[in-house]
Every structure is written in C-alpha cells, then in structure tokens.
T-cell receptor, first 110, second 116 residues
C-alpha cells in the first residue's frame, strides 16, 4: 500500500526553527518533494530529494533517508508568512505521479 | 514565462450536471496531472497525461475523465456531479522525461468546483 504520514498541526515562534517530519511507505520511490500551500492557494514547490542527505536552500532545508522511509523539512528564522500547510509528496517510481501526505498546518506566532 | 493556467477559477453546478475544467501547462511541459483537494483534505491524484495519452489514473470512478490535446493542454470532465465532488481541482505540469535531477511538478492556481 501507499502511506505518507505527517503531523497534522504544529506551532512555532517567529525567529525560531521548526522541523516537520514525514514518513512514507510506497510501492515505489523516485524522489520526495516538499510543497508549501497557503490557504486557498495552489501548492508551490520548496524542495526535492532523491538521494540520502540534506538539501539546503536558503532558510529551508530538506533531509531524506530512503532506508528509513523518512524525510524532514527544516525551516529556520521563521517568519509570520511561513504560516501555511507543508505537503510531503513521494513520486511513485514507475507511475510518475506524486502521492501527497495530508499536510502539516504550521502556525507561526509573534 | 507563464505558469500553469487553469479555467474557470470558480464553477457552480447542480447535482447531476457535467463540469469541464481546462488547463494549459508551462511551455515545454508535456505531462499534465490533475489532483482533487476537497476542503480540509489532502491532494488526491486523479489523472496523468503525457504526450496525449492517459498514463495513469487514481482511485476515482469513471465519471472522472479527461484528455490531452496536441498542444499539451488538457481538460478534466466530471459527469453526473455529486455533492461530494465539490473541491479545488488542481492541474500541474512537468517535463515528460524523467531525469535523475527530478522533473518538478508545478501547479496552477486551481479551479473551485461547487456542486449544489
């Protein structure tokens, strides 16, 4: 089966660091994506991992461990505008489709 | 460069009617994906088209169908609308050829379908 798990909600303080975890069990694996989605808007691409390790892109970093079926998104120096849902998605190996988790709603407080 | 464009932005239909949603991919992209996002729920994969052919479909009934045109634009048709079809329908596009560096899927702004 296919299963992607993320925490439903998280809260953090402006200026702090937050880590959003994602675990997955899929029939195939051909990369893991993180998307940001503000309420009522389309998801926007944040990061992509296909090999184990850390990918850093400004205030955002994403980590992947394929053997553990685990990824996390790290957000540093949090800003109020980072309040959004963060979607973990796995590309199913042979079928070229993204399977999405339910998303993690992050609320950043002053 | 224009992103993925979808129309209409909002659509209201009556139960039992048909809805048609349209999508134009990013220039150069040959793969088009359709996702449904019901209120408060995650993105559910509907359909994937590449080079004019349906390559894969999600776990949705046959009344959800679509096609991809020679210019790679696509339309999603939902027949015999039901109340639970009310959702945001997102179209996304990517390069058709898979590469190790990954062909990121880019989303349009979506079409809100309300069934009353």
């Amino acid at each position: 089966g296919q299963n992607i798990d993320q925490p439903t909600e998280m809260t953090a303080t402006e200026g702090a660091i937050v880590q959003i975890n994602c675990t997955y069990q899929t029939s195939g694996f051909n990369g893991l994506f993180w998307y940001q989605q503000h309420a009522g808007e389309a998801p926007t691409f944040l990061s992509y991992n296909v090999l184990d390790g850390l990918e850093e892109k400004g205030r955002f970093s994403s980590f992947l461990s394929r053997s553990k079926g685990y990824s996390y998104l790290l957000l540093k120096e949090l800003q109020m505008k980072d309040s959004a849902s963060y979607l973990c998605a796995v590309r199913d190996g042979g079928y070229n489709k993204l399977i999405f988790g339910a998303g993690t709603r992050l609320a950043v407080h002053p | 460069e224009a992103g993925v464009t979808q129309s209409p932005t909002h659509l209201i239909k009556t139960r039992g009617q048909q809805a048609t949603l349209r999508c134009s991919p990013i220039s150069g992209h040959t793969s088009v994906y359709w996702y449904q996002q019901a209120l408060g729920l995650g993105l559910q994969f509907l359909l994937w088209y590449d080079e004019g052919e349906e390559r894969n479909r999600g776990n949705f009934p046959p009344r959800f169908s679509g096609r991809q045109f020679p210019n790679y634009s696509s339309e999603l048709n939902v027949n015999a609308l039901e109340l639970e079809d009310s959702a945001l329908y997102l179209c996304a596009s990517s390069l058709g050829e898979w590469k190790l560096t990954g062909n990121t899927i880019y989303f349009g702004e979506g079409s809100w379908l309300t069934v009353v």
